[in-house]
């Protein structure tokens, strides 16, 4: 009986080791709260096999707006912010919730509408003037109304058009849909309407309709992404070590080229630009 019982014991503790081995083996992960942006636009499923390959540390990204990313990290939720809102992150890290802003990479928003352009703004290279006629055509605009980066953005070059938006959206033609950046590529294809995007994502979308890329190239639409550590002081949890070879690879020569070498249709989607001073 003793000699049955520790065969049994033998075969459970040989089957625990087999049940614990590929969950050890997962563990060497971080967390990445980053943007819909980077998701939706494809970015990361090109480059994070290219990471895990090389370090054996898996990513699992949370994709949010920039202002609800920012946030899962004061929660102390995320190991590493990979967003798009400089002024955002530098609060952040004032607060004392990041370590060091590192940047990363850069595209560009661009205002998309339908081809019948009721507003009369396809080639305008002023994106607060064409701002300006779509409300005073009061033509339907869809906002993300998400906190992201490409709301804040967005909010930014109404105010600048000296039009309160707060005030409009009783009006009928502004309307927020509080998701990421594809569900509202998706909401104004079905109706018409203009909205603002980052080009990466933009590339990406299937279901354009009637969209068409009507205003580009005003400086204002620049569009920068940096990437921070999630200060472990604050959040003793963090994956530092982890954390930083993420950082240090995205920035690395090798995670640069990576970025640099996402493209559809042969259309290079963003732009690497670490250690450019001033970005």
Do not use: C
């Not at 009986?1 to 049940?19: N, Y």
């Not at 906190?147 to 600048?160: D, N, P, R, V, Y």
Request: aromatic residues 10%; positive net charge; hydrophobic residues 40%.
């Amino acid at each position: 009986m003793d000699l049955m019982r520790r065969k049994l014991f033998a075969v459970a503790i040989a089957a625990a080791a087999l049940f614990h081995a590929p969950a050890q083996a997962q563990e060497k992960f971080i967390t990445v709260a980053s943007t819909t942006s980077t998701e939706q636009s494809g970015l990361f499923k090109h480059i994070l096999p290219i990471f895990e390959k090389k370090t054996g540390i898996s990513v699992r990204v949370i994709a949010q707006g920039t202002g609800q990313a920012l946030d899962t990290a004061r929660r102390g939720d995320a190991d590493v912010v990979f967003v798009h809102a400089k002024a955002a992150e530098e609060t952040f890290i004032a607060e004392g919730h990041g370590v060091k802003r590192y940047p990363v990479m850069y595209n560009d928003f661009i205002v998309v509408g339908p081809k019948s352009d009721p507003a009369k703004i396809g080639g305008m290279k002023d994106v607060v003037a064409a701002f300006q006629k779509i409300r005073e055509a009061k033509v339907p605009f869809v906002s993300r109304g998400d906190k992201s980066g490409t709301h804040q953005a967005e909010l930014k070059f109404w105010k600048e058009a000296g039009i309160d938006i707060e005030k409009e959206k009783t009006a009928g033609w502004y309307r927020e849909t509080g998701q990421g950046m594809g569900p509202a590529l998706n909401t104004s294809a079905s109706m018409n309407a203009y909205v603002l995007s980052d080009r990466g994502t933009w590339l990406s979308f299937k279901n354009r309709g009637d969209l068409v890329v009507l205003v580009e190239g005003d400086k204002r639409l620049y569009n920068q992404y940096g990437v921070i550590l999630v200060n472990p002081e604050k959040h003793p949890h963090v994956k530092r070590e982890w954390g930083q070879q993420f950082i240090d690879w995205v920035i690395s020569p090798e995670g640069q080229q990576a970025i640099a070498e996402y493209k559809i249709n042969g259309e290079q989607l963003f732009f690497p630009n670490a250690g450019e001073p001033g970005v």
